[in-house]
């Protein structure tokens, strides 16, 4: 699942007219990067929520063949946040363990690798398994802890979720379906029970929140994929289709 329901108030006036998931960095959408990534780790069935300009990421996005995947929607009146979000589409998502992206995030972790983890909250006893990343300046307090492969809320040495994760369904089972609901409070929960793990991430990632990281991203994304160049010329931030 991709989450894509946000309505992006740091990244306006922007978002006034496109969906924040199909601002453009490196020449595709940021949600393209994800589409692309995930048919190259062979993960084709996608659900995508939406709510502000939803119809404009349908409209764009289509059912998903161009990209290698398969597209579902599950349409929300009003955004319900990341965990309501997840219980809204659950019919859509089934009842195995599922990965869940943020629209708005970027990584160049191996997605392939880190969804094999799914196998342990389908024979064990954990409820998430959750990337973390070293803090970002502009969340320099982090989340939560990691150690020993379980992700906890003590105080020393935390770490910053990365919006990247692998849920099994029974995590949100006591939510009702339509209604707002963060999933911060269900983490902390699980955490209190030690059925939540985790794993670092030390490569490239980027919570592209605002427009200074969105062309922090577009800058860094031109340079890979044209390691000489001198110059970068400023980038289109919209998708047109």
């Keep these: 699942m991709i989450l894509a329901a946000g309505r992006g108030e740091r990244m306006r006036p922007l978002t006034d007219t496109c969906p924040k998931p199909l601002l453009v960095a490196g020449g595709k959408p940021l949600i393209g ?68 992206i943020n629209g708005d995030v970027f990584c160049d972790f191996d997605i392939g690798a880190f969804a094999n983890q799914a196998r342990h909250l389908t024979s064990g006893d954990s409820l998430a398994h959750l990337m973390l990343v070293t803090n970002p300046p502009h969340h320099s307090a982090g989340d939560f802890t990691l150690k020993g492969g379980r992700v906890s809320e003590a105080p020393e040495n935390r770490l910053t979720y990365a919006g990247i994760g692998l849920f099994h369904p029974d995590l949100f089972s006591g939510l009702v379906i ?64």
């Excluded at 929520?49 to 998903?64: F, K, P, T």
């Excluded at 990341?82 to 659950?90: L, V």
């Design 33 to 100: 990067h994800h589409l692309e990534r995930l048919a190259e780790a062979g993960l084709r069935d996608v659900v995508i929520n939406h709510a502000h300009l939803g119809r404009m990421l349908e409209d764009a996005l289509g059912d998903g063949s161009r990209f290698g995947v398969s597209i579902r929607y599950s349409a929300e009146e009003a955004a319900l946040e990341t965990a309501g979000g997840i219980r809204q589409a659950q019919e859509l998502l089934g009842d195995d363990v599922f990965l869940v």
């Design 178 to 241: 339509g209604e707002r609901a963060a999933l911060g409070p269900l983490l902390r929960m699980a955490m209190a029970r030690g059925r939540v793990s985790g794993e670092r991430h030390d490569g490239y990632w980027i919570d592209v929140g605002t427009p200074e990281r969105l062309a922090e991203l577009d800058s860094h994304l031109k340079k890979s994929q044209n390691p000489g160049a001198q110059r970068e010329s400023k980038a289109d931030t919209r998708f047109h289709g």
